[in-house]
């Protein structure tokens, strides 16, 4: 699976949409980014993946970069229960069954 | 949804006591993971099993053995602990051979070990 980039730390005012980048310059064409969070003592939480194209759920939207070297996760209206840690992850979908995890980047949202 | 329950939310054990973390899922998920998560080497593969009686090591099995006797439960064994396994355990399970639906997680279980 190709490794993944991302910064340790960045802040957000509530109510503002928070844009988290991820580098994955080495991603084959197989692989898919997903994207997990982990709120303070709890177990991280799915969010989101893609392949190619750009996509939105619930929670949050993945932009992915025309070449898949970079994507970024945006949260389109931050709150205070959106600080936690997140983490990009690169991998295909089938054979290896395991997620690895980097060490993501913590979201704080200010009031 | 896909719910993964972990027995204990907090453990305190004593040096060289067998311990035993258990982890039930109840979607009928084929695979299942154990990771341990310490501050500064974020989380970490113990063990994952990916059929009832199969198991794989991860990348820090050393000091743990797991057992997957039903689908829905996997455990997670310490056979003496150590106070360096001291840590946040977490289990997660996935549906069959392709991923490209989430990971569900538990909500850990914190673990003492003194």
């Known amino acids: 699976d190709a490794k993944t980039t991302q910064p340790p730390s960045m802040d957000c005012a509530e109510g503002r949409a928070a844009n988290l980048p991820c580098n994955h310059s080495t991603i084959s064409g197989n692989e898919y980014v997903y994207w997990y969070r982990q709120i303070h003592s709890q177990g991280p939480q799915y969010i989101i993946h893609?392949?190619?194209n750009n996509e939105t759920n619930e929670m949050a939207s993945l932009i992915i970069t025309e070449d898949r070297k970079s994507s970024t996760l945006i949260l389109p209206h931050a709150t205070l229960r959106d600080t936690a840690v997140y983490y990009c992850i690169v991998r295909v979908t089938k054979g290896r069954r395991e997620l690895i995890f980097g060490t993501g980047t913590l979201l704080a949202v200010q009031p | 949804d896909v719910k993964v329950t972990q027995s204990s939310r907090y453990l305190v054990k004593r040096t060289g006591e067998k311990v035993f973390l258990e982890c039930v899922q109840d979607?009928?998920?084929?695979?299942m993971f154990w990771y341990r998560q310490d501050p500064g080497l974020g989380l970490r593969l113990i063990y994952f099993?990916?059929?009832?009686?199969?198991?794989e090591k991860g990348d820090i099995p050393e000091g743990y053995s797991v057992s997957r006797e039903k689908k829905e439960r996997f455990s997670l064994i310490l056979e003496s602990a150590s106070t360096n396994q001291t840590s946040m355990y977490l289990c997660?399970?996935?549906?069959?051979?392709?991923?490209?639906?989430?990971?569900?997680f538990g909500s850990g279980t914190r673990l003492t070990v003194v």
């Open positions: 979607m009928d998920h084929e695979n």
């Open positions: 893609g392949l190619k």
């Open positions: 099993s990916y059929d009832v009686k199969m198991k």
């Open positions: 997660a399970s996935t549906l069959g051979g392709d991923y490209r639906y989430g990971y569900t």
